[in-house]
């Protein structure tokens, strides 16, 4: 019973997990890419960024590759020397020195980035990339960055370098050319599958996503509140290229030159399918791009109108009926941790099982309480046919007596004599004392002492002149435990 009860628990406690883990593995992605930048790289000798000491030291090698082996915060080592400081963390790369390099943040995350540099330019984690720089997969959270001209959280001037994967959330301020993720994004510089929740404040070129573009930037958004003179834009602050899949969501703010998504644009530049939100931003007009209610470009109404989007490859809608967010929330990219997304839009559900799926996994434990009451219960129930011969425990060696001694010529049997019958025994003598008696030959336990019970043999005086042979036709008994035996009647002669 013990086992049945055992295996209804197990399979209860499996029930449970595999709803839980079917459930809750739809709520989040989690760090999708974790470990990915190794095997992308690996062929071309990556560094390893471990803390704030080795991302400082990219600067000696301003052409290698790295990965981020780990999240870095102002807990991590070197944080105080190289980054809580008055002017706070130096820029990789500048003007006639840039990054030119590989950078893999392998999912992971870079928090409390802080730059005071107002006097200076190209301002951001990075200050200058260019030609074949790549920088993908990395987050930076929790940032505050200031500079004068070409300020961005990622980098301050991009030119001509690849940035895909990548997003910021955090705070820019800068005079000209300033962005969320980048101040300007030049030379043939790519923009792709990234996204800003950032408050950016400038006065020329400020857009949520890039300051000044004269490139491409496609499959983005940015979320944050923008805020400028003039050419401010809700994604980009001035366009000379091509923008396209994009959408921007935040209260936008100027005095001239302001649109809801492209503050201003120069006659080359081309915006295609990318929206923005014209409730949020309080702009009606932009130098390109499709105004569309908060209604119409969230939850599943998102797929119908923002046309152009790809929601099967590249995009995903974010609908309250999910069970990691509470309301509907703007199209999230595929590529990147759907937790982070809906955290930064102030949409996920942190409870997300439990208020979806309470009901059942209340239903689920009352079944299993209810089983597991009725199997101890059946477990305690005694057993209808008493045997007692299965309960006798062997007395203690304080309680037990040497029978008394026999007389030899009484005691003799011809040796070819069988054990005696059950009409031969003695019915005065009780199974338990005869039991114990037995139980006093070296190596006689319980279990042999009822085999020779059973056999016939009663008493002391029963065995007295049997042989080996006769013996081992016990069940149970053997040629040593036999021999055991017969040494043992000798001590009591």
Avoid at 422 to 427: D, K, L, V
């Amino acid at each position: 019973m013990r086992k049945k009860l055992f295996v209804l628990v197990i399979t209860l406690s499996l029930l449970l997990s595999g709803l839980l883990a079917a459930v809750g593995g739809e709520a989040t992605k989690g760090k999708e890419s974790v470990g990915k930048g190794i095997e992308e790289i690996e062929t071309q000798s990556a560094q390893e960024i471990h803390d704030w000491d080795d991302l400082g030291a990219v600067r000696d090698d301003l052409d290698g590759n790295y990965v981020l082996m780990n999240d870095l915060d102002e807990n991590t080592d070197g944080y105080e020397e190289l980054v809580d400081t008055e002017e706070g963390w130096e820029p990789i790369g500048e003007d006639g020195s840039p990054y030119m390099g590989k950078f893999d943040g392998n999912g992971y995350e870079i928090r409390d980035l802080y730059i005071n540099r107002s006097p200076s330019d190209e301002i951001g984690l990075f200050g200058r990339i260019d030609n074949i720089a790549e920088i993908t997969d990395v987050g930076l959270v929790d940032a505050n960055v200031s500079g004068d001209r070409f300020v961005g959280i990622v980098a301050g001037r991009n030119n001509g370098g690849f940035i895909s994967e990548t997003y910021a959330m955090g705070t820019s301020t800068g005079y000209w050319n300033t962005g969320g993720l980048l101040g300007s994004n030049v030379g043939d510089g790519i923009v792709s599958s990234s996204y800003t929740n950032v408050d950016v404040i400038g006065a020329h070129r400020a857009g949520g996503l890039v300051g000044f573009s004269g490139e491409t930037i496609t499959n983005s958004y940015a979320t944050g509140n923008v805020s400028g003179d003039e050419y401010v834009g809700g994604l980009v602050g001035w366009n000379e290229a091509n923008v396209s899949n994009c959408y921007a969501t935040g209260d936008v703010s100027g005095d001239e030159y302001v649109g809801g998504l492209v503050g201003g644009s120069s006659i080359f530049s081309t915006v295609s399918s990318s929206f923005w939100d014209t409730e949020n931003s309080e702009i009606n007009t932009s130098e390109g791009g499709t105004g569309l209610t908060t209604y119409e470009m969230t939850g599943e109404d998102a797929q119908d109108n923002m046309d152009g989007f790809d929601f099967e490859n590249s995009w995903e809608t974010v609908e309250k009926d999910h069970v990691d967010a509470d309301e509907d929330g703007y199209p999230i990219l595929q590529e990147l941790s759907r937790e982070e997304q809906l955290k930064s839009q102030n949409v996920y559900r942190e409870d997300e099982i439990l208020s979806n799926y309470w009901w059942l996994i209340i239903l689920i434990l009352i079944v299993a309480v209810i089983a597991i009451g009725i199997a101890i219960t059946w477990s305690k129930k005694k057993p209808r046919v008493q045997q007692p011969s299965q309960q006798w425990q062997r007395p203690p060696s304080s309680q037990r007596k040497r029978p008394p001694q026999q007389q030899p010529a009484q005691q003799q049997k011809p040796p070819s004599q069988e054990p005696p019958s059950e009409q031969q025994i003695p019915r005065d003598v009780p199974k338990e004392k005869a039991l114990m008696e037995l139980s006093e030959l070296s190596g006689v336990g319980p279990s042999k002492a009822e085999q020779l019970y059973e056999s016939g043999f009663r008493t002391l005086e029963d065995l007295q002149g049997v042989t080996k042979e006769e013996l081992q036709e016990v069940k149970g008994i053997g040629p040593g435990l036999s021999e055991k035996i017969l040494n043992s009647l000798e001590e009591f002669k």
